[in-house]
């Protein structure tokens, strides 16, 4: 897919990652590694390889040829540094058309606004060219940074998801997250 989403007034450009984008990952993952961790699923010391960002990058490409997801990098527009990731997941076609949508940015990149613009370009992305009734995301019950984003960008909390993902070495609840696309397009 070549496939790019600005947003000029934020200084962001979402595009697909592809296998020649996994040393910018791995730069990425490796300067966030502990910032990260408290939100993430351990990983294995081989994944902060190139050959791990690779196979990553790998995997991400055939979902995104299967038609069950795709991963976007968040760049800087200025000089078009990777800033951090955005993707439409686990897609689900027939009566339910829904996805889920996961992020993550850099420490450096946090409270500048770059995630909710990257999030309202992904939800009119989902809604108008996927066809999408419905994106779902979840949040730790402590990432109030994240469940901000979220709400900005229009979605309505509805509950709690018990032990929901292993998180950090730990089965977490989550506070989970659905935007309607009757709920954006009724706007536009």
Request: hydrophobic share 40%.
């Amino acid at each position: 897919m070549s496939l790019t989403l600005y947003n000029h007034s934020q200084g962001i450009l979402l595009r697909p990652l592809r296998l020649e984008d996994a040393q910018a990952l791995l730069e990425l993952r490796c300067a966030n590694k502990d910032f990260l961790a408290p939100f993430e699923p351990l990983r294995e010391e081989s994944f902060f390889t190139l050959a791990g960002q690779q196979q990553f990058l790998m995997q991400r490409i055939q979902s995104e040829e299967s038609g069950s997801g795709c991963l976007f990098g968040i760049f800087a527009l200025e000089d078009e540094r990777l800033a951090g990731t955005i993707a439409i997941s686990n897609i689900v076609r027939g009566v339910a058309q829904y996805a889920d949508v996961g992020y993550m940015m850099a420490q450096q990149e946090q409270g500048k606004g770059h995630m909710t613009a990257a999030i309202q370009l992904i939800v009119q992305y989902s809604f108008k060219a996927l066809g999408l009734h419905r994106l779902q995301a979840a949040t730790l019950l402590h990432n109030k940074g994240s469940q901000r984003v979220l709400q900005k960008a229009g979605f309505q909390e509805e509950g709690i998801a018990r032990k929901m993902l292993c998180i950090n070495g730990e089965w977490q609840d989550h506070r989970r997250y659905a935007l309607l696309a009757e709920d954006i397009l009724q706007d536009n």
